[in-house]
C-alpha cells in the first residue's frame, strides 16, 4: 500500500484519512451540541486553518458543520473558496498591514485585533464598525512548547489589562463596538493540563466580567490537544463538565449571544502520515537513518522537539538498533525523531511518520531546494490526489 502510493505519487507524500478526519470533525461537533445544551447559548466551533488548508480537507470539515477560523488574505480566500460565507468566518490576525485590515472589512468578515496599535489603525479607516479584541490577562498559557504558549508575560499576543483604558479611548474616538473578546491560550493541552487550561479562562472570564460585561460574544481558542506518543485521549466529556461548570459561574453576569472555540491539530492531526523512503544508514556516535522527508517537510520535531511515531516497511527480523531518523537538509536539527529502537532496515524500505496532518503541510518549506510532496486523500479503498507534487516549474515561475 505505502510503496504503491509512492509509487503513484511520488515520495515524500502526505497521505490523509478521509474517515478519521470526519470522526474527529463529530466529535467537535458532539463537543459543541452538549455545551450549547448544558450552557443554553450558541457554541460555534470554527476550524484553525492554519493547522492544515487544503482545500479538499476544508470541504469535508465545512461539510461535518464546523465554522473557520483565518489569519491571512490566502485563509480568508480559500474559506470563501470552498463556501463558507461570511458569518462563519472569523479573522484572528496578528500585526497586519492595512491594506489586509482592508481586505477584511471589504469581505464583511469579523476582526479579532491584537493590539490597540491595531485598533487604532483599524479605527482611523474603518470607524463606526464592530470588532473582536483579543486579551492577554497575562496567567501563563498552556501549550506543548513554550513557542506555542500565547498568553502570559512573555508573549505577543494579546492586549494586557493595564492598556485596557487606552483601548476604551480609541474605541470612543473611532465609535468602534467590541462585540466580542478572544483568548487563545496556546496550542496542545491533554488531560495533565486540563486544569491548566480552565485556570486561564477563568482568569479570561473574570475579565470579561470585569471590563467587558456586554459582549456578545466570548472566544476561547483552540489548543485541544492528541496524543502524539502513548497519552491518554483527551477527555471531552470531563472537559464539557468542567468548562460547563465554570461558564455557568460567569456568564449569568453577561449578555452572551455566543461562545466560539477555534481548534486546529484536534480535527486534522490524526488523519494525516508522511510516507517516504529510508536513503542510507550510517552508525556515528548514534544510527541515523537517512529518509527523503526532511525538515522543511514536517518542521514540528526540530522546531520543536515534537515527538512523532515512526514506523519502517516492510517489519523486519533483523537486530535491534538504536537510532535517529533524518533528513535531507544541511542542518543537525534535521532530525525526524531521536533514540528510536528498531530494526535495522534497508535502503530503499519505507517509513511512515504519524499525526503529520496538523501543521505538517502548512509549516512546509523548499528549503534547500526541496519540492513538496503531493497530497492525497485516502477514502475507503480509494486514493485520491488532493495537491500536486511541486514541480520546478512551479518555483520557477514565481521568480519570472
Ligand atoms: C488564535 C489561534 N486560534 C486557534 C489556534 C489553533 O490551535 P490548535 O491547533 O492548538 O487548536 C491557534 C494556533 O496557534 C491560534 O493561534
Known amino acids: 500500500m505505502i510503496k504503491k502510493l509512492l509509487n503513484k505519487y511520488g515520495s515524500p507524500l502526505y497521505v490523509y484519512d478521509k474517515s478519521i ?23 460555534s466551533m470554527h476550524y484553525s486553518i ?3 488548508e487544503n482545500l479538499s480537507l476544508l470541504k469535508i470539515i465545512k461539510d461535518c458543520g464546523l465554522k473557520v477560523d483565518s ?6 480566500y480559500l474559506s470563501r473558496l470552498v463556501g463558507f460565507n461570511k458569518d462563519e468566518i472569523l479573522y484572528v490576525c496578528n500585526n497586519i498591514t492595512e491594506k489586509e485590515m482592508k481586505n477584511v472589512h471589504d469581505n464583511n468578515i469579523l ?5 490597540i ?8 479607516n474603518f470607524p463606526n464598525t464592530n470588532i473582536m479584541v483579543r486579551i492577554n490577562t497575562g496567567i501563563l498559557g498552556v501549550g506543548h512548547s513554550d513557542k506555542v504558549i500565547t498568553s502570559g508575560k512573555v508573549t505577543k499576543f494579546g492586549i494586557a489589562i493595564s492598556e485596557i483604558n487606552e483601548l476604551f479611548n480609541i474605541i470612543k474616538k473611532y465609535n468602534l463596538n467590541i462585540i466580542g473578546v478572544h483568548e487563545h ?21 473574570k475579565v470579561v466580567v470585569s471590563y467587558f460585561p456586554n459582549v456578545e460574544i466570548i472566544d476561547l481558542g ?3 490537544g492528541v496524543p502524539y506518543k502513548d497519552e491518554d485521549r483527551l477527555d471531552l466529556n470531563l472537559l464539557c463538565k468542567k468548562l460547563t461548570d465554570l461558564l455557568k459561574k460567569y456568564i449569568k453576569q453577561l449578555h452572551l449571544k455566543e461562545i466560539k472555540f477555534e481548534p486546529g491539530r484536534y480535527i486534522v492531526c490524526e488523519c494525516g502520515k508522511i510516507y517516504g523512503i529510508v536513503t542510507s544508514i550510517k552508525k556515528l556516535n548514534n544510527y541515523y537513518i537517512g529518509t527523503d522527508i526532511g525538515m522543511n517537510d514536517l518542521i514540528r520535531p526540530s522546531m520543536y522537539d515534537a515527538y512523532h511515531k515512526i514506523e519502517l516497511s516492510p517489519k523486519r527480523d533483523t537486530e535491534k538498533i538504536i537510532a535517529n531518523f533524518c533528513g535531507t537538509i544541511c542542518e543537525s536539527s534535521d532530525i525526524l525523531g531521536k533514540d528510536r529502537i528498531v530494526n535495522m532496515p534497508k535502503v530503499n524500505d519505507n517509513v511512515v511518520i504519524y499525526n503529520t496532518g496538523a501543521y505538517g503541510y502548512s509549516m512546509s518549506s523548499n528549503y534547500t531546494g526541496r519540492l513538496r510532496g503531493a497530497e492525497v486523500l485516502l477514502d475507503g479503498d480509494k486514493d485520491i490526489l488532493i495537491r500536486k507534487r ?3 516549474e512551479d518555483i520557477i515561475n514565481l521568480q519570472k
Open 50 to 52: 492554519k493547522a492544515n
Open 222 to 224: 483552540g489548543g485541544f
Open 21 to 43: 478526519l470526519i470522526k474527529r470533525c463529530n466529535e467537535m461537533i458532539e463537543f459543541k451540541n452538549r455545551l450549547e445544551n448544558n450552557l443554553n447559548v450558541d457554541i
Open 117 to 124: 496599535s491595531q485598533v487604532e489603525t483599524w479605527g482611523k
Open 71 to 76: 489569519m491571512s488574505e490566502l485563509e480568508l
Open 111 to 115: 476582526i479579532c485585533l491584537d493590539s
Open 390 to 392: 511541486e514541480t520546478i
Open 185 to 205: 491560550l496556546g496550542s496542545l493541552f491533554l488531560n495533565d493540563k486540563m486544569d491548566n487550561y480552565l485556570e486561564g479562562i477563568e482568569s479570561f472570564l
